[in-house]
């Protein structure tokens, strides 16, 4: 089983809609949660960091439940520029520094 | 600043030819890290360091070597290419050793190995 799990899509949704991403995780030791944006053929960035009371940034919505070690990313009223890669990062505790990737859910916002 | 600096952005090798990718960070960033990205397998480790001197493996290391002898470089040494090291390698830094900030990458090196 993969250390981190997503679901890799895509996800083809129309403009204004609500789309959910989850992530799974093998390590219940894992301390540190993050979810990137990688738009084609460029390098990851950090969308947000999720903790672990769940944190909201504008339309994005980061929740963890470390009970049933996932984290999930709802975006809401999505827009055509919201059409990129989506990464959930995992950070182990006990694995000194190793941050873990998902392979990724690819989102493709249409007019 | 300029953030995290790779070079070169492009390169292609022949099999058994040996090379360097250079990996530079302007932040004072105890981590470091390169991956590398494939189509449909995501980001994978290859050998991260959390500080001058402490270099170790990532999830896929073979074929590779590093060294981190200063704070502010982590070059990532190809030994003899295949052509199944043909893929996007991203170098990439963090604050924390203990992998707790967020990452910092690099703008990416597409090499070919033919």
């Excluded at chain 1, 960091?49 to 999930?72: C, H, K, M, P, W």
């Excluded at chain 1, 055509?80 to 690819?106: H, M, R």
Aim: proline share 5%.
């Amino acid at each position: 089983r993969k250390e981190v799990e997503q679901d890799p899509g895509p996800f083809n949704v129309p403009e204004g809609a609500t789309v959910a991403f989850n992530c799974t995780y093998s390590n219940s030791a894992s301390q540190s949660f993050f979810w990137y944006r990688q738009d084609c053929r460029k390098e990851p960035k950090l969308l947000m960091s999720v903790y672990s009371s769940g944190n909201e940034d504008g339309r994005f919505t980061a929740q963890l439940n470390r009970a049933s070690q996932y984290i999930s990313l709802l975006i809401r009223d999505s827009k055509l520029s919201d059409s990129a890669t989506y990464l959930c990062v995992v950070t182990p505790w006990n694995q000194g520094g190793k941050l873990i990737f998902g392979q990724g859910t690819e989102l493709s916002v249409k007019p | 600043n300029a953030g995290v600096t790779q070079t070169p952005k492009f390169q292609v090798l022949k099999t058994g030819q040996s090379m360097t990718l250079q990996c530079a960070q302007d932040m004072n960033h105890e981590y470091m890290s390169w991956y590398r990205q494939d189509p449909g397998m995501g980001l994978r480790l290859i050998h991260y360091s959390v500080g001058a001197g402490i270099t170790d493996q990532g999830e896929v290391p073979n074929g590779y070597n590093v060294s981190r002898s200063t704070t502010e470089d982590f070059p990532l040494r190809l030994l003899s290419a295949a052509p199944s090291q043909t893929s996007v390698y991203f170098c990439a830094s963090s604050y924390s050793r203990q992998g707790g900030s967020p990452l910092h990458f690099g703008n990416g090196t597409r090499l070919t190995v033919t």
